[in-house]
T-cell receptor, first 113, second 116 residues
């Protein structure tokens, strides 16, 4: 698989349920970021987790990072219709964490009202 | 909340023509980036720019591409002679330059470039 592969590719859940998306990567990283993209729009930054962090929370979002397995997960709790979007993980493998991001293939999340 | 703005939102150009995509990064940000997303594919890094010079570029960013920060606010991507395969959504991003870095990149809404 390539750097930054999300699974599942598509996920449909009922409103109110939790959604979990996973991301795997291949190289060592400085940080990993999650982004949301609504159809035809730009990428909205959700959360950044550093390589020395294991878990981070922001509102209804919870991100975990396991550098030994080179994987991350994004949990959205109590999903809402407005959460319908594509979600991407992106890794920064630079020394200082300000260089290029390598994006995954994304998970398309659909929240059913 | 400050945001990255891109113009135009949609650009249609004949193959072989030059095109300039414009971006206004967030005002206190010092790192700038261009990415592209071909329809149905991953977002791909093109180039990063810091301190008035390119800090990294991908294989996609060949001699047909150039970037410039012509004044204190704009950041442009120029494609000299467009090809059909340049059709994509082009995203500009910016991030702060803080010691220790690890700053998120903030993206604009993109310019959809269609080459005919």
């Amino acid at each position: 698989s390539q750097q930054g592969e999300e699974d599942p590719q598509a996920l449909s859940i009922q409103e109110g349920e939790n959604a979990t998306m996973n991301c795997s990567y291949k190289t060592s990283i400085n940080n990993l970021q999650w982004y949301r993209q609504n159809s035809g729009r730009g990428l909205v930054h959700l959360i950044l987790i550093r390589s020395n962090e294991r878990e981070k929370h922001s509102g209804r979002l919870r991100v975990t990072l396991d550098t030994s397995k080179k994987s991350s997960s994004l949990l959205i709790t109590a999903s809402r219709a407005a959460d319908t979007a594509s979600y991407f993980c992106a890794t920064d493998a630079s020394n200082f964490g300000n260089e290029k991001l390598t994006f995954g293939t994304g998970t398309r999340l659909t929240i059913i009202p | 909340e400050p945001e990255v703005t891109q113009t135009p939102s949609h650009q249609v150009t004949q193959m072989g023509q030059e095109v300039i995509l414009r971006c206004v990064p967030i005002s206190n940000h010092l790192y700038f980036y261009w990415y592209r997303q071909i329809l149905g594919q991953k977002v791909e890094f093109l180039v990063s720019f810091y301190n008035n010079e390119i800090s990294e570029k991908s294989e996609i960013f060949d001699d047909q591409f150039s970037v410039e920060r012509p004044d204190g606010s704009n950041f442009t991507l120029k494609i000299r002679s467009t090809k059909l395969e340049d059709s994509a959504m082009y995203f500009c991003a910016s991030s702060e330059a803080l010691w220790g870095s690890n700053q998120p990149q903030h993206f604009g809404d993109g310019t959809r470039l269609s080459i005919l």
